[in-house]
């Protein structure tokens, strides 16, 4: 992650952290599992192949088609390290499965998030609720953020550290954390959930359905989008020319 | 809600706020449910009876043999105002759906949690993070919470402020805030669901799993319990007796 | 239900029979669930009000967005009787909760479904496995297959009834039943899930997705579209302009 | 598959069918994200290691308290032959993901099922439905119960063919056959879903809440639950001294 302030121990990043943990699937299972309904001879031969490979022509009609269960046989188990105002809204995506860095059992660590220059700040002209869209903030203003920020993160952290000093419970010390305060996460998400959440956090002016996310989600859905394409390329681009729709 | 604490306008409060907004079924549901299995006939009684009742002999059979499927006909939707770190635990439920109070589209209100002088506050002797159980705060140790909660909330208050005077997003201008900032939320869930929900979030330790939840999510559970037994008298004294478990 | 044939006690029937057990919210219940997110004082006097009503733009607005959310607090439990081969599709909709006679615990009915006449029978010219469409068959046709699936009927069910003269047990006396055998369900499914099952479910040449599903399941899924446009005319009417779309 | 009858090319088997496809995860996983909580250094660590291997105590310690969570991130793609009677069980799992032979796209193949020679028929002394329980047939209840089941699969499997010779839709056509036809399926679940799935579909006198499931069920369940052991053994041991329970 990129570290962009430092004051006694404490770490400002301006970045979303997404790895890879494991996945299973890919293009070939979405084939294979699409052919279980009418092949069952090209699904086992699909199985033994030494190299398997998926057809774009089958996963196209899939995708236009909404045929959405072959896509979720191929699942993907990512790590995130995410402020958590961004966890807050990965988490209403509830056809996945969650393992979070606990703050009752655990003391977090002292990393808060501070947007990049290039996040847009400012309501944009003409700014309707319905459809946010903001524009480049000057500096002054970029910079009134960040420190107004980096001020409420210090002070929560030291309240934060003062009650664990005098032995409060984890569970209510944690409570003068705010939102820009980093957790870990896991996430095991399948590929069609995974096109419902990159549908809703990614604006693609281009999609059937365009969407506003917040821009710090989108950072972390353009990351996971990154890894799923790698494994699922023919899926992706599919998907892709389908208008980005949930399947 | 109960204000304990106010401060240039902004608002604290010790409790959780939960009603029931709307609810669907009742006892008589889930045995009519059961009773679609084996009794057609019963089930149109049931439909047309002027008065519908349920029978405790099933209903605890369900409860004890684990048939959940007829207590998901019964539905209950509440209304709930609760500081962000129950919400965090509360969606962690997916077998529900929520309806939330957007700190991206809206200006969230100066309201914030304090832990009321009776919630324990110190770990208990023998503590393991496995179990968490806590005893109860000196007033020295009481009040040295809640004021440094106070401070973080009322210092967190004006940043954000400040942020929205400079025409900051209100989606970045809101990591300001801390996690005993209180939102509202409505919460669709089934009677199943609601089983496992209190299951997990309530300690009982006559329970046949005994759970450690934090203390303010069990107000919730609490609150969400004494409105499901009000309208579900029998469903929820089955459970009781079949060990407060998940069906 | 819509009695054509009937020998030794064994009844044809050639309709689907969906009724409503029971619904909670509405379109008004949509609104103030949107309104959750960003106007307290507009849900509170929603739910205050002697009449609640639901306004169109608004939800207009959701079924465009795919703010899906709103529209699950509304929830509807339909009871019906259908064949087998229709509950075999129906249940793959996993947002739902579902309750059905069952073949184990209790005597099956000797009610069998055949097509009527306006069934569409026979592939259509230029007929394509993956947009299965049908016309009319001639009247040879019809009566070769209702005359088919009367045979199978008849000595399936004798089959059945003579293993449970025998004290065989039912659960596998059962398997000599062919998949046109009626059972009843309760079906509890939310606004959400709804419009992802009508438009799975319904063959609507205008919708910005078609499908082309089994004529019988469609049956049933115009049934339930007519109860759930009773309830919440509004909401039906936004999502069948938003293109009849999965939101 | 064992076949045990053939007649005309029509095939009948006595067995359950059930493969491994493709699985994620193991002990190693579920530790590692029960460690995402508490110890971010250890994760790293087991995801680096050579040679990944899992805690028993630490498993066992998350089975007993039922923090299911972790178990979800390890998951197994099956593909099973079963009759649909079996299927129509199987399904009403909705934490899972399925991909099914289709009736409508594809002719299916003439096998049914017959039960085998042990497979208990006659309900035992003080059979109470509602905790079904067999004792074996006499040889002539045993042969009387798979004629006839063999008569009933030749008879629908003719008129299945001569409809499709008359050119008649497959999905009518279909109708015919009964609930021991084989179908193939894929079926993705978790570990923790599977959990449940075991708990509810294998009969364990041991278990703390004893199920009565459908033989045929059982057996599928079985060799679900030796492939799982296989890959992993130290949840397996943990759920079952747990009492086998859904976490």
Not at 7 to 30: A, H, P, Q, R, Y
Request: contains cysteine; charged residues 25%.
């Amino acid at each position: 992650m990129n570290l962009v302030r430092e004051t006694n121990g404490i770490k400002f990043f301006d970045d979303m952290s997404v790895s890879l943990v494991e996945c299973m699937g890919g293009d070939w299972k979405v084939c294979a599992a699409a052919k279980v309904s009418t092949d069952p001879v090209a699904v086992r031969e699909m199985l033994e192949a030494e190299e398997r490979e998926g057809a774009y022509g089958l996963i196209k009609y899939l995708a236009r088609q909404r045929h959405g269960s072959p896509f979720e046989h191929t699942v993907f188990t990512f790590h995130a390290t995410v402020p958590i105002v961004v966890v807050r809204e990965w988490e209403r995506h509830r056809i996945a499965s969650y393992s979070e860095e606990s703050g009752r059992y655990h003391k977090l660590q002292p990393h808060f998030y501070l947007p990049p220059r290039h996040r847009p700040l400012i309501p944009a002209p003409g700014y309707k609720s319905a459809r946010p869209q903001f524009v480049q903030a000057s500096d002054y203003e970029y910079y009134e953020t960040i420190d107004s920020l980096s001020r409420t993160a210090v002070a929560g952290w030291m309240e934060y550290e003062q009650l664990m000093e005098q032995n409060i419970a984890l569970e209510v010390a944690r409570m003068n954390l705010p939102l820009h305060t980093y957790v870990s996460l896991w996430c095991t998400m399948n590929l069609r959930s995974l096109f419902n959440y990159l549908s809703l956090r990614t604006h693609e002016p281009e999609a059937m359905h365009v969407s506003f996310p917040m821009w710090e989600i989108e950072q972390a859905a353009r990351a996971i989008e990154g890894i799923v394409t790698e494994h699922c390329p023919l899926s992706i681009k599919a998907w892709n020319e389908a208008g980005r729709i949930a399947v």
